[in-house]
Each structure stands twice: as C-alpha cells, then as structure tokens.
C-alpha cells in the first residue's frame, strides 16, 4: 500500500506534528476519566501479572508518551487504592513504519527515569516499551493478547483513498477540488463514507480479535466539521491558483483527495459498531476540545494565526502532499494558503469537533 | 548510564554498521543449526499458539532480519515436517535506544511482502515485528514470556567502562591505552574481567527470568584474541600520535577506554555460567568464522585492505569516540589508523574467534 510509506506526522522543525498538536494534547487530555474507568474495570476483573496496552497511531512528538503516562497514573491509583503492587505493564505504540520512531526512543531514557522517580524504581523496571511499526489496518498483534487499546485522532485516516473516486471509466470524480467541497458531486461524499465503513469495520475486527475478552478501547476520532472541510477547500484554492499560473499541473489536482474520514456524527458510528458486532458500546459522545492555537482570538495578528493555521494543517497532511506535488511545491503552497487562511479567520470563528468512544470487547 | 546514549552502531554512509559487518554476517550463518535444533526442541515440547522470540542487540543494517529470518524458516519447517499449521510468531527486536531503529523500520513493509510471498499470506498477516529500545542490561520483558533469546556479537559489550579503570584516588590506570594492551598494567585485565563477570552474570539473571521454563538462548560472543587487541593498539598508537602533534589532550586519551571485554576462552564464559546457576550448558564451542572483509588476502592493495579494516574498526566505536574526543577528530584518526593497519597486513594474518552457546533454562 503505497499510501503507507507515504503517511507519516511530520517529524521535525516549524511544521513538526510535535509543535502543532495541541488540539490532539487537548483531546487526549479530556479522554483521562474513560481511561482511568476503563484501567480500574480491567484491573479488577482480571488482576493480570502484566498488563498489555497498546496506543495506536502513537505519532512522534510530546503527545506520544502522554496516553501511556495516563495509563500508569490509572493502573498505579487502582492498585494503590486496593493495596495491590502494581501489576507489569507492556506497552505497544504503534503506528506506519514512516513514522519518527528514532526520536520517540531518543526520549525514552529520561520517560523510564521520571518513572521511577514518580512511581518507584520496581514499576520503572517493568515498565516495557515496544514499537509496532505497521499499519492498524492489519493484524499488530497476537488473538487475545491486550487488555486495553487506546487510539487518539488516528482512525479517521483512511486506509487508502476512497475508491469510488474514480469511475469504472478511470475518470477522476472530484476534479479542482482535494476532498468533500460545496462543488464536489454528490458520489464524491459516498464514495469516503464507503471507504470510512470498510475501514473502520475491519478496524473493529482486527481489535476485537487482539483484546482479550471484556478488553477495552478507547477512541477518539475527529468528528465531521465546517472546519476541516473549509480549510480543505481553501488548500485546493492555493493548488488552483498555482494551476493556474502553470506552477502545477491540472491533472496532478484532480487525481490529489486527502485520504481522511471524519464521521459526520454519532450515529454513522454507532451503526458501523452495532453491524460489526464485537463490541458493545459504554460510551459514545461528541466533544468540541479546546481549540487549537491560531483559532483562538488572541492577541496575535490575523496573518500570524493564518501562519498558524496553515502550519496546523501542514503537520498532518505534508508528507502526502509532498510526495504527490513534489516537495518544491509545498512551501509556496502554504504561504498562499496561510494568507486565505488569513482572510477567514476575520470573520469566522470556528468548533473542532471530537468523537470519544469507549467499546468493551464482548 | 550514560555510555547507552553514546553507544550505538554507525546507521549509515561509507562507515555504517551495514557496510561493514561482513565477519558478524558469516557468525549468525554459523548459528543456523543451533537456531534450528532450539526453535524444533521448544516446538514439539510446547506447541505454543503464538511463538515468542527475542534477538538482543540487533543493530541496524542487512543483517537485523538475519535471525528473525532464520527463525521464521526453522519454525515453518519444523511445523512443515509435523503438519501443523505454523504458530504465529512475535518478535521483539532489541537494542539501545539511540539504535537507528527507522531504517530497520523502512525495510519491514518490504519484509513482510517477502515473507508473504515465501511463507503464504497467513504466515505473514501472523508475524508480528516489534522493538524493544532499551540496554539488556535491565529488565525487557514481562516474566516468563519468552520462548527463545538470541543474541549476535552483542554481549560482550560491557554495561559500563570497567570501573576498577579508575583507582580510590581517581588516577586512570590505563594510561597511553584504550584498552588491553602490552603496557597496561596487570590490573587493567583485572578490571575487564571483573566488569565482564559482573555484566554477564546480570544478563543470565534477566534473561532466566523472561524465559518460559525450558526456554533456550543462543548466544555468539567475540572471543578475546590477539586481533582485538592489536588493532585497539594500533589505534592507540594513533591517538597517541595527534596527542603528540597537540591535537588531542593526553587527559583525554588517559581517560578513554573501549567497554567491551571478549572473553579468553570457553572456560572463562562456563564457569560465569554456572556460578549463576539458571540454565544448563546445551552447547559451548569456539570457532573462527571466515575472515571479515579486508582480513582476507585477496587482490586488494595493502593501503585498501588497511582502509576496510578501519572502516571495520569504526563503524563499531565511531560513536563512543566522537563522544569522548570529538566528531572532528574522526576522520583524522582513522586516517592515521589505516595506514598503521597496513603496516600491520604486510607481516600478519589474523584469524578471528567466536564462541557460540546454547542455553537451556533449568
């Protein structure tokens, strides 16, 4: 799957995912009481001698270890409150091969020394964690084998994109435009829900089949919004333009769609759950996090937010845009970008919306 | 323990790690037929729905896979030959954290295509590649979950400098040399020893410990031999020569030691084994595998043959000594060094020593 070696979160420097991602810290952070429910519930119904946790879509940045570190506070207070010594606890990030895991690991000395700072030198050394390089839409892991899964912003990527954006003929459906726009034609929407259902179905069985039975998952997804799908139109206008003056090609346009599914609320959701039908759902709500720097209306100029902004939506989509346009292309991209990005923002206010799930394996 | 952030294999270019492994290629095909009689021992005596092997220190380069691969084939014609199907199997790829880990990673789509290609796609969709980033001199594992522990040229690296190096008064011992050598004075073998001891019988308790009862490892250490240190001598002599030159402060050369200690003979390495007490010696033999590139008398000049050696040389202490003495002094001092080895290549032929052992856990 080509898309795969393509896909990763920019690694470093000012359009690194680890410097725009405080919508992602915001989320992970309101996902604390599910995990800490989750944790408390496992632990006492199994008392394993290791714990096996797997946080899929890791990324690499400071938001990496922060899943992880709630998962310690929640095993550790459980036992604690319990009198209980704290069980082993083996931990799987995973995310694409593409992904930085060098500086993920660069980090890890100093994590395992504030651990045993914070939680004893015995829960520091066994502590053990271990990359999965591969993508989770295939098997990570052995039947059977975790107890607790967690995965934020990550299962709104789509395996590749939609299919049914071409037509039996080859011809592209959603020409000038890179994802669901006002202009697009209406098969443009069902071919990326099609895509998110087989997806996201073949998501819950691969998880289902992993986790041990009552094993949980916590989700967060991005949910459906006027934001992503206005700042994707204001992208495919900074591409047109560069059309436009012969700096890209048009085909290279129209055969570009970002390969990103945001449920448009809960009940798509819920429905793909419920068809599966491995796991039962304990929590299903959507959330509006804190919004992301730039959208707040702070002191800063508009261009310095739009710079913002842009350099948010860079971070995640960079690498496919790079590897599709050529990466001569992108700065210039992004500059026209960021000055429309700009030009919204003076008169719009916009609501991230969120989609937390938490599922218990049958 | 700061040696685990400098010391790490070259990950790329001229010196890497992968260029220049030719002698540790030829040892892991040496171990094939232990590999093979552990992975068919432990098969037919547990039948495991999920196989879990371990290779420590695993580095970086053509040769990570090597074992891995060697596993796979063992396995499946071991299961082949009882027709069953073959277990799934989990690998856990160990080595320091500063270990280019992302460059093993690039390679694994590609693995795990072949591997499908070769094994059949069920084989390949249950091979679960993980890493492990941490020393193995600490705990890596949940207890008793390992079936199998292999390690490749890796354990006689020494957690540590030697400390017995440094006197009660912190006066360097070893003065003038970086490592055993003719002039070092008797309590510098002393020290080694002890480190060694100390080290190897700490990676016997941890290893015991992860292993499931009957567990086996199979180990390739270096054997202490004359090359070794002839060739830390050589570049001593170097070192010594830009200290000479006032390139180098003679404090600095004082305090440098290689943390590596290649035992002297099988007996050295028994009777450390059987002091700890947790596994029985299945196997223990020394053998000397073919020459690593440059070693060999082929048609090479003498200066190309000294600038291979070096490169040999470097790609495993690059690391360790630009940390001490700086990344710009590199180059300079293995320039020096080479045309020292070839000096060396005119008169002597050298002959490598390994020593290969297989433990059973009690």
């Not at 429910?37 to 096996?52: D, G, L, R, V």
């Not at 899929?56 to 009198?83: D, F, K, R």
Request: glycine share 6%.
């Amino acid at each position: 799957m080509e898309l795969q070696k393509v896909l990763h979160m920019n690694g470093d420097g000012d359009y690194s995912y680890a410097n725009n991602s405080s919508l992602q810290t915001n989320a992970i952070l309101k996902t604390k009481s599910s995990i800490q429910e989750s944790i408390a519930e496992i632990y006492c119904n199994n008392f394993p001698e290791c714990f096996k946790f797997a946080d899929l879509g890791c990324s690499s940045g400071p938001n990496t270890y922060l899943p992880t570190w709630e998962v310690i506070e929640a095993l550790h207070s459980t036992c604690h409150s319990q009198n209980h010594k704290p069980p082993m606890l083996q931990v799987f990030l995973n995310d694409l091969p593409g992904n930085d895991f060098n500086s993920i690991f660069k980090l890890l000395p100093s994590f395992y020394e504030t651990l045993k700072k914070e939680k004893g030198d015995e829960f520091g050394e066994y502590c053990f964690i271990t990359a999965v390089p591969k993508s989770f839409y295939g098997r990570l892991f052995p039947s059977n084998s975790l107890h607790f899964i967690f995965s934020s912003f990550s299962v709104q990527w789509l395996s590749q994109v939609p299919k049914g954006l071409v037509n039996e003929y080859g011809v592209q459906l959603n020409k000038g435009n890179i994802y669901i726009a006002k202009t697009s034609p209406p098969g443009v929407h069902k071919a990326y829900l099609d895509q998110f259902e087989s997806d996201f179905t073949l998501f819950l069985r691969l998880r289902a089949e992993e986790l041990k039975p009552r094993g949980r998952m916590v989700l967060t997804l991005m949910g459906g919004n006027k934001y992503l799908n206005d700042m994707q139109e204001l992208l495919a206008m900074a591409i047109n333009d560069m059309v436009l003056e012969g700096l890209i090609e048009e085909s290279k346009l129209d055969s570009y769609n970002l390969p990103i599914y945001p449920p448009y609320d809960e009940q798509e959701v819920r429905s793909i759950i419920e068809r599966e039908g491995s796991f039962n759902i304990h929590q299903l709500e959507t959330f509006h996090p804190a919004p992301a720097e730039g959208f707040d209306k702070d002191n800063k100029g508009l261009d310095t937010r739009g710079e913002i902004v842009a350099s948010n939506i860079r971070a995640i989509s960079d690498s496919l845009l790079a590897s599709h346009f050529g990466e001569s292309k992108i700065d210039d991209m992004f500059h026209r970008f960021s000055i429309k990005v700009a030009h919204y923002l003076e008169t719009r206010s916009v609501e991230s919306t969120c989609i937390l799930i938490t599922l218990i394996k049958k």
